[in-house]
């Protein structure tokens, strides 16, 4: 069955950077795009970027570019988030979440992690 | 790329209907049939309930149905049941080729 696996709790001061690990398994790592997804306490979601597993490519929310990078490990199905010069305001549950389609990007996300909470606090 | 609408609060009793709305621009809902719905419970992961404005993914009740016109999208509950209390949000692929979600609705079972 597919499975998305997120690394833990991340505690973070303001300027530091954070990075959250999303293991896959159940499904062909490469033939599914991964989106990243987060979610503020008590707000609504927003969309961070995505990564296309097989090639690397990323495409990122404007909001992010510049702070965001997306990179993945095909032999350990794995893909990372990293956002730099955190700021309270970055204070979310993060989650990766898998595309629907195979082999293309159709930005409907069938399957998603458990979550990591980034706590940015001085 | 501004969050789509949607209605901070909707309510209904066990057995009735209730609908959704989720307000975009031709730049994305109105574009695209690229438009999913979630249904978040608190605490849990957000579970994909429609996709492609109108379809069900496997084991999803087939008293959830979506529906577009023009630049508005909408999920239809039907038969509420007290387990359908939720967040739900809608989604849509962009012209940038980027993805937006709706600020969410909360469901309230009466």
């Known amino acids: 069955q597919v499975q998305l696996v997120q690394s833990g709790a991340e505690v973070k001061k303001p300027g530091a950077s954070v990075k959250v690990s999303c293991k896959a398994s159940g499904y062909t790592f490469t033939s599914y795009y991964m989106h990243w997804v987060r979610q503020a306490p008590g707000q609504g979601l927003e969309w961070v970027g995505m990564i296309i597993p097989s090639g690397g490519s990323t495409s990122y929310a404007r909001e992010f570019q510049g702070r965001v990078t997306m990179t993945r490990d095909t032999s350990t199905s794995t893909v990372y988030m990293e956002l730099s010069a955190l700021r309270s305001e970055d204070t979310a549950v993060y989650y990766c979440?898998?595309?629907?389609?195979?082999?293309?990007?159709?930005?409907?996300?069938?399957?998603w992690g458990q979550g990591t909470l980034v706590t940015v606090s001085s | 790329q501004s969050a789509l609408t949607q209605p901070a609060s909707v309510s209904g009793s066990p057995g009735q209907s209730i609908t959704v709305s989720c307000t975009g621009t031709s730049s994305d809902v109105g574009g695209y049939n690229y438009v999913s719905w979630y249904q978040q419970h608190p605490g849990k992961a957000p579970k994909l309930m429609i996709y492609d404005v109108s379809n069900r993914p496997s084991g999803v009740s087939d008293r959830f149905s979506g529906s577009k016109s023009g630049n508005t999208a909408s999920l239809t509950i039907s038969g509420l049941q007290a387990e359908d209390e939720a967040n739900y949000y809608c989604?849509?692929?962009?012209?940038?080729?980027?993805?937006?979600f709706g600020g969410g609705t909360k469901l309230t079972v009466l």
């Open positions: 979440a898998r595309d629907y389609c195979s082999g293309g990007g159709c930005y409907f996300l069938d399957y």
């Open positions: 989604s849509s692929y962009t012209s940038s080729s980027t993805l937006v």
